[in-house]
């Protein structure tokens, strides 16, 4: 496959295109998240920061990025 | 005494009265305060500041990938200067509620997580059997689980069995002001308990925090009180002298109320 070939994912609730061969960790940086700052969980499983380099982004996947709001 | 001196707002020395203790950690607040709906960010930093407060409630959600608004709370609020207490606000079920708790345990700031499971949107009342589940599980898995629930001793019970390290009846629905709607039961519930009990939700003023307080719970958690107030901040200093209030007259041991008027001066010793 090339490098360029789009995947769709649903992230955050929404279909999008992206380029294959991301990992958490640089479709994090492409859409300019601050990994620190964000808690990311791929088809249900929440994953360690440490993962954010080794998980790939496959064809399907449901990402969910969440960080802390206000709330009471 | 000058009318500028801030000191009318009282501070609590260990003589008076020792530390809200939840899980082995301390709090020299009793006063746990909300984040959301604030007007501004500033006012909201002010107004927890001014509250006193060291633990404060967030929530968990998705990050709003389009930017249309800047949510996020922790440019705003320091974990290193507040405890972080995430909530699972929002959630129907158990499996949800456990789902976000787990997230938020993720973000790396500690165990703790404010477990709240709606049962009905028009009254936001807990979903109690819900609520028991999650709990239960989520003190499984090691997360030190403080529970918001009704003002009903059995499940408060239960919530304990099953390894809360707090209990957090409501004193009224929240955001709703309302105030404690049931002093007894809020009073039963404390009695029963060994694990703290924290009232959560419904207090409208320094009045009700006061009373609340009075009812010898542990400690009082608030957040619209004070974000709806026309002055958040001033709003946040009464807060916390009331609940610093209520708490030494529960410790004090209130005089007995009765029905006859009783005359403060001696009767002796009057004029003829």
Redesign the interface.
């Known amino acids: 496959m090339s490098s360029t070939e789009q995947i769709q994912v649903r ?4 279909d999008r295109d992206i380029t294959f061969g991301h990992t958490v960790q640089s479709l994090l940086e492409a ?1 300019e ?1 601050n990994p620190l ?3 990311v ?1 791929v088809n ?1 499983e ?4 440490d993962q954010y380099s080794d998980v790939g982004i496959h064809k399907g996947d449901t990402i ?9 | 005494m000058t009318t500028t001196d801030p000191g009318m707002t009282a501070e609590v020395t260990k003589e008076l009265d020792g530390p809200l203790e939840i899980a082995e950690v301390k709090f020299a607040s009793r006063l746990i305060v909300g984040t959301g709906k604030y007007t501004t960010n500033q006012i909201m930093i002010d107004a927890i500041r001014a509250s006193g407060a060291e633990m404060v409630t967030v929530a968990v959600r998705r990050v709003d990938l389009d930017r249309t608004k800047e949510e996020a709370i922790l440019h705003h609020l320091n974990p290193e200067e507040f405890f972080l207490l995430a909530n699972t606000a929002g959630c129907h079920t158990a499996d949800g509620a456990i789902r976000y708790a787990r997230l938020a345990r993720a973000a790396g700031f500690n165990e703790f997580v404010k477990l709240e499971v709606i049962g009905d949107d028009e009254t936001l009342l807990p979903d109690v059997q819900a609520t028991i589940e999650a709990a239960q599980i989520l003190a499984e898995e090691g997360f030190k689980v403080m529970a918001y629930t009704n003002d009903d001793l059995i499940t408060a019970l239960r919530l304990e069995d099953v390894g809360c390290v707090a209990v957090m009846p409501l004193a009224s629905p929240i955001g709703s002001g309302l105030g404690v709607v049931n002093p007894y039961f809020i009073r039963e519930i404390k009695r029963r308990l060994e694990v703290p009990v924290i009232v959560d939700a419904g207090v409208g003023t320094a009045s009700d925090a006061c009373l609340t307080m009075e009812q010898g719970v542990d400690g009082v958690l608030m957040n619209t009180a004070l974000a709806a107030a026309e002055d958040p901040v001033r709003m946040a200093h009464a807060m916390k002298a009331a609940t610093i209030a209520g708490r030494l007259a529960f410790l004090a041991g209130r005089m007995k109320s009765r029905e006859i008027a009783v005359p403060s001066s001696p009767k002796v010793g009057m004029l003829d």
């Open positions: 992230l955050n609730g929404k859409i998240i700052a964000v808690v969980e249900r929440i994953l360690n920061r969910e990025v969440v960080h802390f709001v206000g709330g009471g």
